[in-house]
């Protein structure tokens, strides 16, 4: 079944502790992304990756870091969360930039930092 | 930059009313695409339609339709013959068609309340 697994789906940490929220994809995909959704924000692009090594800077990336080593993985890295980063995170991935056709999301992963 | 306006907040009809959702965008990029994603209340994001803004063709697929006018930068979202299940926040997306083509901009929502 093709789908997009993240990990945790919920977790609630203290300010400073670091943490990484995995982001998996078993379809192939050349296209990642993270967002955040945050009540009457709408969703929000945090960093997007066009293929494996090539990461870019989305709309609110301050605080967070990713890595693309394999192609399936995109995990996002907080290194000292803060409770301004308190939010729903959802991970996307499809085919590649160009041929967004259909855009698969993760479940969601809700982080409340305290 | 871009943006995407979503100017309804909320919506709320009766079941089997039609309802039009607007989208309106500002970007500087010639091409372009646009998205429309739908959030039911059970929190998954599913992916509804992506068009290009060198393709000004409306589409129509079931109950949904969707108009896009590059004259007045909008992509609006039909729904005809509303029912209880497309209750749900919905949201325009943009994105560049070249450079940072991977980067999106999203609209606030828009929540849809079909009363049965």
């Known amino acids: 079944e093709a789908q997009v697994t993240q990990n945790p789906r919920y977790l609630i940490t203290v300010t400073g502790k670091k943490l990484t929220v995995t982001c998996s994809q078993n379809?192939?995909?050349?296209?990642m992304s993270w967002y955040r959704q945050d009540p009457g924000l709408g969703l929000r692009q945090i960093y997007y990756?066009?293929?494996?090594?090539?990461?870019d800077k989305g709309d609110v990336p301050e605080g967070y870091k990713v890595s693309r080593k394999e192609k399936r993985n995109f995990p996002l890295i907080l290194e000292s969360p803060s409770p301004n980063q308190t939010s729903l995170y959802f991970c996307a991935s499809s085919l590649d930039e160009a041929d967004r056709d259909t855009q698969y999301f993760g479940p969601g992963t809700r982080l409340t930092v305290l | 930059a871009q943006k995407v306006t979503q100017a309804q907040t909320e919506i709320s009809v009766v079941e089997k009313e039609d309802v039009t959702l607007d989208c309106v965008y500002e970007?500087?990029?010639?091409?372009?695409?646009l998205f429309w994603y739908k959030q039911p209340p059970s929190g998954e994001l599913v992916f509804l339609i992506r068009?290009?803004?060198?393709?000004?063709q409306n589409e129509i697929s079931g109950r949904y339709s969707w108009n896009f006018q590059k004259s007045t930068s909008s992509f609006n979202f039909t729904i005809t013959a509303s029912q209880v299940v497309d209750s749900a926040v919905y949201f325009c997306a943009l994105s560049p068609y070249n450079t940072n083509a991977g980067k999106s901009t999203f609209g606030d929502g828009t929540t849809l309340t079909v009363k049965p």
């Open positions: 379809m192939n995909h050349e296209y």
């Open positions: 970007t500087r990029d010639t091409t372009y695409y």
């Open positions: 068009r290009n803004s060198f393709d000004e």
């Open positions: 990756s066009m293929n494996v090594e090539v990461t």
